[in-house]
T-cell receptor, first 112, second 116 residues
């Protein structure tokens, strides 16, 4: 079993939809969780960062961590065509970037 | 945008030839990283550096070497390229070692390498 599982998609939604992106993981020691957005032919950029369990909201984006289920989610409200990108989850046991484990990414397509 | 420049952005080479990818930063960040990204895999860490001349191996370091002689430059070398090293290579930088101080990991735009 891979440490981090993420459905590659593509996930196609109409503009304005609520999008749910998810990752499951097997390592119960993970406690730092991140979501990155990667546009085509670009490097990833940090969207959300969460430590341990709970929710975090930033504008149209909400990150949710359920450590009991080993499941993290990213919700995008009022999705826009500019949200079309690949979304990568990443997580680690400690705060160090050298130990980050990335998911494969989910491609999201938001149509006008 | 973080000041990270990767060169070359695209390279096609033949099996057995040496290849060097360069990452140059203008942010004076202490930590620099090389990742590779392949279909079916997440980003995987190759090597990282925590200071001038200080480097360490990542998850997939076999076949790669790195050097950092100046704060701003981090070089990734494939001594003898193989087809399995065809990938997109990303450099990343961070001011801190991780998120503990809310430091962020910034990525370059990637170098696409094809080994024939």
């Amino acid at each position: 079993q891979k440490e981090v599982e993420q459905d590659p998609g593509p996930l196609s939604v109409p503009e304005g939809a609520i999008v749910s992106l998810n990752c499951t993981y097997s390592n119960s020691a993970f406690q730092y969780f991140m979501w990155y957005r990667q546009y085509s032919r670009k490097g990833p950029e940090l969207l959300m960062y969460t430590y341990s369990s709970g929710n975090k909201e930033d504008g149209r984006f909400t990150a949710q961590v359920d450590k009991s289920s080993k499941y993290i989610s990213l919700f995008i409200r009022d999705s826009q065509p500019s949200d079309s990108a690949t979304y990568l989850c990443a997580m680690s046991q400690n705060s160090g970037y050298s130990t980050l484990t990335f998911g494969k990414g989910t491609m999201l397509l938001v149509s006008p | 945008d973080a000041g990270i420049t990767q060169s070359p952005r695209h390279k096609v080479t033949e099996t057995g030839t040496p290849v060097t990818l360069r990452c140059h930063q203008t942010e004076n960040h202490r930590y620099m990283y090389w990742y590779r990204q392949d279909p079916g895999h997440g980003l995987r860490l190759i090597h990282y550096s925590y200071g001038v001349k200080d480097t360490d191996k990542g998850e997939v370091s076999d076949g790669y070497s790195v050097s950092r002689s100046k704060t701003e430059d981090f070089l990734l070398t494939l001594e003898s390229a193989t087809s399995s090293q065809t990938s997109v290579y990303f450099c990343a930088i961070s001011e801190f070692t991780g998120t503990l101080n809310t430091g962020e990991l910034f990525f370059g735009e990637g170098s696409r390498l094809t080994v024939l």
